[in-house]
Nanobody, 121 residues
Framework: VQLVESGGGSVQAGGTPTLSCAVS????????MYWVRQAPGKGIEWVSS????????YYADSVKGRFTISRDNAKNTVGLQMTGLQPEDTAVYYC???????????????WGQGALVTVSS
């Protein structure tokens, strides 16, 4: 199983970067996928989830209305479109896979290497 994020970097407040996660090594469409983040000096924070079987999506209150999760099953990718970024969104963003098929139980069993997003005011 391999998850590889791309698209991080430094942006100004209000910026609209998009992160992408390329997945390989398993039946991509079977498992729920997540974006989580870790701000400097803080723990892991769940950001968003998506389940392929019914395209259900969920968002943390801190990003709801600003971030959009998506998946392209033809390309085996999961994306995170971010808008209205603020300095408090500065974090390493990880693409994560659920352990159990067809579920969003937040049982993470595979992680990408992370993509740093730094937001300056």
């Amino acid at each position: 199983v391999q998850l590889v994020e791309s698209g991080g970097g430094s942006v100004q407040a209000g910026g609209t970067p998009t992160l992408s996660c390329a997945v390989s090594g398993y039946t991509y469409t079977t498992y729920g996928m997540y974006w989580v983040r870790q701000a400097p000096g803080k723990g892991i924070e769940w950001v968003s989830s998506i389940l392929k079987v019914d395209w259900t999506t969920y968002y943390a209150d801190s990003v709801k209305g600003r971030f959009t999760i998506s998946r392209d099953n033809a390309k085996n990718t999961v994306g995170l479109q971010m808008t209205g970024l603020q300095p408090e969104d500065t974090a390493v963003y990880y693409c994560v896979k659920d352990r159990t098929p067809y579920s969003l139980w937040h049982d993470y069993d595979a992680w990408g290497q992370g993509a740093l997003v730094t937001v300056s005011s």
